[in-house]
């Protein structure tokens, strides 16, 4: 894994300007800042509207240190394998990527993620989910965990999650991941990794919006943690077919273990530092609690031997 101080040396290039449009204690910021670095310099991103966008700013360089093509919403996959087909072309050394938003991956870009997906295009594909349509005044996306209020949701989702990462993974595409911002270390590695593999590459960044499921801004790490230590996000990359749990998630797949040293629960920790929870219909939390453990459980049917529990 990669060392905090190399990780701050890295980095002291800045991928991410200071000042720029970011909300204050935006996760979108910091997943832009881990996961473009292994790739700083190597790298362009194709940005459908979101609130990348609005981090980009005005000017090239002036929020996001990178070249930057923005395109419509559903094109984004489609573009970025235009700019790999013009790389290869002209010889180029670059690395062509999609960075979207969650409203842009599970629901309005949905078509062409699935067509570059099927055809192995060599580019990446980031999805930072935030869990809803933030730079549009929150509105509910694939990605919003039942229970949640948004403004389309007012008393709260219904229906369940659905699951990119294992959509995108039946492509049968060589490799996809889930990170989070709260876990950078973590988050860099996996980009580091996917650079040397050849094809289709789907990392999906959770990073907590204080904006839209209005927290306090100092607490967008903390959030995450609990996100990830709740059994919500879990962690993990899907090679070739095959999964294997990042080390940081494997104690909390067990739902026994999902509580810190008081006995309280991460998920209530999660839900009471953010606004989108309060009021929350406990029929609906516990479907939630249900959405939690048939995720972990579809994905343990992918590891090598799904006759073992994860934590063991
Ligand atoms: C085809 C189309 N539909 C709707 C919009 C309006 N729109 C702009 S940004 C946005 C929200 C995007 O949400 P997401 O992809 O989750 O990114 P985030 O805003 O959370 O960064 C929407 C709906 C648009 N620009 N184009």
């Not at 609130?51 to 094109?75: D, E, H, K, L, R």
């Not at 996000?233 to 940081?248: A, F, K, M, Q």
Request: glycine share 8%; charged share 25%.
């Amino acid at each position: 894994m990669v060392r905090l101080k190399e990780l701050n040396q890295i980095e002291k290039e800045e991928t991410i300007k200071k000042g720029n449009f970011a909300c204050a204690g935006c996760g979108l910021n910091i997943a832009l800042r881990h996961a473009l670095a292994p790739l700083f310099k190597q790298v362009s991103i194709v940005v459908p509207a979101c609130c990348t966008s609005v981090i980009q700013g005005m000017g090239s360089g002036y929020g996001i240190n990178v070249p930057i093509f923005n395109i419509a919403f559903a094109a984004a996959p489609a573009a970025a394998s235009g700019v790999a087909a013009a790389y290869r072309a002209r010889g180029v050394d670059f690395v062509a990527a999609a960075w979207a938003g969650d409203g842009g991956t599970y629901d309005i870009g949905l078509a062409s993620l699935s067509g570059a997906a099927e055809r192995d295009e060599d580019i990446f594909y980031f999805c930072y989910d935030n869990g809803l349509y933030s730079n549009t005044g929150g509105q509910k996306s694939g990605a919003t965990p039942r229970s949640a209020r948004t403004t389309s949701t007012p008393t709260g989702r219904t229906t369940a999650t659905k699951s990119i990462a294992r959509i995108v993974a039946a492509h049968n595409v060589p490799y996809v991941a889930r990170a989070s911002i709260s876990y950078p270390r973590d988050l860099y590695d996996k980009v580091e990794r996917a650079k040397g593999i050849k094809g289709f590459k789907f990392i999906l960044i959770d990073q907590p919006c204080t904006a839209s499921n209005v927290f306090d801004s100092g607490k967008t790490i903390e959030i995450g943690e609990y996100a990830v230590k709740s059994g919500l996000v879990p962690l993990y990359e899907i090679v070739d077919g095959v999964l294997t749990w990042t080390s940081r998630t494997k104690r909390y797949l067990n739902p026994e273990k999902r509580i810190d040293r008081d006995g309280e629960a991460f998920l209530d920790k999660y839900m009471s530092l953010q606004r989108r929870f309060r009021g929350a219909n406990p029929e609906l939390v516990e479907l939630l609690k249900q959405d939690i453990n048939h995720e972990i459980e579809m994905l343990r049917r992918l590891q090598e031997d799904s006759s073992i529990q994860p934590w063991e």
